[in-house]
Nanobody, 126 residues
């Protein structure tokens, strides 16, 4: 049974940092890509960052470029999202996703066979 379990969310002041983790288990084959999405009530889901198998290709939403870094440790089956210089507008529920090809993100939609975690809340106060 595939599971994705996020952790590391919490409350922080603007300008602070958090590191999210997502532990994956139950995959027979390594996902082609893993990603972080976020969604706030009343707003559309947003693709935040994605990393492809091998770790040499990444994607970031314009809103987080230069502040967030996605990485994965395949030996530990863990995905990370280092979030620096956090802003109040980063407040959201953050979800980990794993997918197989084509692994395309358009807006808040992930294309490919996909699996999702239950999310971890990030709250940034001004």
């Amino acid at each position: 049974q595939v599971q994705l379990v996020e952790s590391g969310g919490g409350s922080v002041q603007a300008g602070g940092s958090l590191r999210l983790s997502c532990v994956a288990s139950g995959f027979r084959y390594s996902p082609n890509c893993m990603a972080w999405f976020r969604q706030t009530p009343g707003k559309e889901r947003e693709g935040v960052a994605m990393i492809y198998d091998g770790g040499d290709s990444t994607y970031y939403a314009d809103s987080v470029k230069g502040r967030f870094t996605i990485s994965r440790d395949n030996a530990k089956n863990t995905l990370y999202l280092q979030m620096n210089s956090l802003k109040p507008e980063d407040t959201s529920m953050y979800y980990c996703a794993a997918a197989f090809a084509p692994c395309t993100v358009i807006g808040g939609t992930l294309y490919g066979q996909q699996f999702w975690g239950e999310g971890t809340q990030v709250t940034v106060s001004s």
